[in-house]
């Protein structure tokens, strides 16, 4: 029996990675510090106010922010298998990012609050999904592989319509929004990560209230249905939040492809397969392989940054490649 206690027990060892990465993250970059350094801003009121403002205002934001990254887009990849029951299936590649980026994109051309970001991102997102479902809808005999052709080519008619919108704004703003686009984790503002932090939070809970639901779904939705679970109610009710939970971080963000693909996977070889413990995991894992992936984009470069997007796409890729590879053989 699968008990509460349990379930802390089995994610203690990705609860301490999370604040290692985090510990990592606060330290490492261009300006020296050492691996006290965080541990001395607590400790040591008279430590250097440039140093201090460093950690606080520059690193913790950023480090806050790819832990709701991490946690929701690897989540969403979980979900997004669990529903399809296929292994390949999660929001970059299903077409949800790219649609919430659609709409991200228009609300900062247009200079928009956050909140009305995350509002419109959210309306490009669930835009985004609908069309996947009904292209594939139309070609119901294929299953999940539908769902899957709909959602690369939902993916890049966003492509298409982001370099559309990019090709309509000045050089100067085109610059940024295109850094954006490729996948970055800023010093958000606090008011920005409470708010993001209120979504992914609200969603996790739920996810992890219906992980039972996801075990049975495993089974086949007739089965199911036939110990009473609302299939299609459960479904709709996952979709919509993590769709929102993505669109929260994609408005931020950019996109972040694969992680969803990367973590759950990993995390499947170690604990196996029931969601309530994949659940807590994929946010706890999540969360710290985006910290760790941040940290390598600001320290690998000799000047400058890399785009975290760009890593986790050299990382995701070729176990996409690898595992339709496997699927088809």
Not at 107 to 115: C, D, N, P
């Amino acid at each position: 029996m699968l008990t509460p206690w349990r379930i802390l027990k089995t994610n203690l060892p990705m609860a301490l990675l999370l604040v290692l990465a985090c510990w990592l993250g606060l330290s490492a970059g261009s300006s020296g510090f050492s691996l006290l350094d965080p541990a001395r801003l607590f400790l040591d009121s008279g430590m250097d106010p440039v140093r201090s403002a460093i950690i606080l205002d520059l690193r913790l934001p950023r480090v806050c922010l790819a832990v709701l990254a991490g946690a929701t887009l690897s989540t969403g990849g979980l979900v997004m298998q669990a529903l399809l029951k296929n292994p390949l299936a999660e929001p970059y590649i299903l077409g949800v990012s790219g649609g919430a980026a659609v709409g991200a994109i228009g609300a900062i051309i247009l200079s928009l609050a956050h909140v009305a970001t995350m509002a419109i991102s959210f309306a490009g997102g669930l835009a985004s999904l609908f069309l996947v479902l009904t292209v594939a809808g139309r070609r119901a005999s294929t299953g999940t592989e539908a769902i899957l052709l709909s959602g690369v080519m939902i993916n890049a008619f966003c492509s298409a319509l982001i370099l559309f919108f990019i090709s309509m704004v000045p050089a100067d703003k085109a610059a940024g929004v295109l850094h954006w686009l490729m996948g970055t984790i800023p010093s958000a503002d606090p008011s920005s990560i409470i708010l993001t932090l209120g979504v992914v939070l609200a969603g996790s809970i739920l996810i992890f209230a219906l992980a039972q639901r996801m075990n049975i779904f495993q089974l086949g939705h007739e089965t199911a249905a036939s110990l009473g679970i609302d299939v299609r109610t459960t479904a709709v009710i996952l979709l919509i939040t993590i769709t929102l939970m993505v669109a929260a971080v994609v408005c931020q963000t950019g996109l972040l492809g694969f992680v969803g693909l990367v973590v759950p996977h990993l995390l499947r070889l170690v604990h196996g397969h029931d969601h309530r413990i994949l659940v807590p995991s994929c946010i706890l894992g999540g969360g710290a392989y985006m910290v760790l992936c941040d940290t390598l984009a600001r320290s690998l470069p000799s000047r400058g940054e890399l785009p975290v997007g760009v890593l986790t796409a050299m990382i995701g890729a070729p176990l996409f490649i690898f595992l339709l590879t496997r699927k088809r053989s």
